[in-house]
């Protein structure tokens, strides 16, 4: 089955504590990338990459870092996570620039920062 | 710069009626895309429709039907005869390329439908 897979689905921690939110699509997709998902305010996008070891910021890249080793997988990484990362996480992924294609979303990760 | 408004935050309807989303959006480019997104309660983000700048035709999907006007930049959703599982938040969103990178999301309504 053609999917976006993300782990874990529910993480709650301290500030401070690295973290990592792993993202894996499985349909050989060129694009991926992160988005948050704050009320009031909607998904803005975090990074995002267009293929392996090539990434870029989003709208609201501030306290995250990204890498794209392998074509399949796109973690996203809190070095030091603080309270306003508290937030509804969505990894998408795409094949880039393709006729009547759409993008996929993981099921979302939401995490809370204490 | 990009934008995309959806001025009602809450709609609440009583089952079988008919409801407008409305969705107004901003962007400088010549060709663009835009989309509706449902979120329901338990979550995930669902797909319904992508429709690109030069298609202004109307689309109707079973109840759910869509109306692009350029001249207003508008793209409303409109659910006919609505149902409880209509419930959720619907996200419009505009992109640059047909594949939806960077979209750009409105703040989303959310929709009570009750019985």
Redesign the interface.
């Known amino acids: 089955e053609a999917q976006v897979t993300q782990n874990p689905r529910y993480l709650i921690t301290v500030t401070g504590k690295k973290l990592t939110v792993t993202c894996s699509q499985n349909m050989n997709h060129e694009?991926m990338?992160w988005?948050r998902q704050d009320p009031?305010?909607?998904?803005?996008?975090i990074y995002?990459s267009m293929n392996v070891e090539v990434t870029d910021k989003?709208d609201v890249p501030e306290g995250y870092k990204v890498s794209r080793k392998e074509k399949r997988n796109f973690p996203l990484i809190l070095e030091s996570p603080s309270p306003n990362q508290t937030s509804?996480y969505?990894c998408a992924s795409?094949?880039?620039?393709?006729?009547?294609?759409?993008?996929f979303?993981g099921?979302?990760t939401?995490l809370t920062v204490l | 710069a990009q934008k995309?408004t959806q001025a009602q935050?809450e709609i609440s309807v009583v089952e079988k009626e008919d409801v407008t989303l409305d969705c107004v959006y901003e962007t400088r480019d010549t060709t663009y895309y835009l989309f509706w997104y449902k979120q329901p309660p338990s979550?995930?983000?669902v797909?319904l429709i992508?429709r690109n700048s030069f298609d202004e035709q109307n689309e109707i999907s079973g109840r759910y039907s869509w109306n692009f006007q350029k001249s207003t930049s508008s793209f409303n959703f409109t659910i006919t005869a609505s149902q409880v599982v209509d419930s959720a938040v619907y996200?419009c969103?505009l992109s640059k390329?047909?594949?939806?990178?960077?979209?750009i999301?409105?703040?989303?309504t959310t929709l009570s439908v009750s019985s």
């Open positions: 694009y990338s988005y009031g305010l909607g998904l803005r996008q995002y989003g509804l969505f795409s094949l880039s620039d393709t006729r009547d294609n759409e993008q979303f099921p979302g939401r | 995309v935050t979550g995930e983000l797909f992508r996200f969103a390329d047909q594949a939806g990178t960077a979209l999301f409105g703040k989303g």
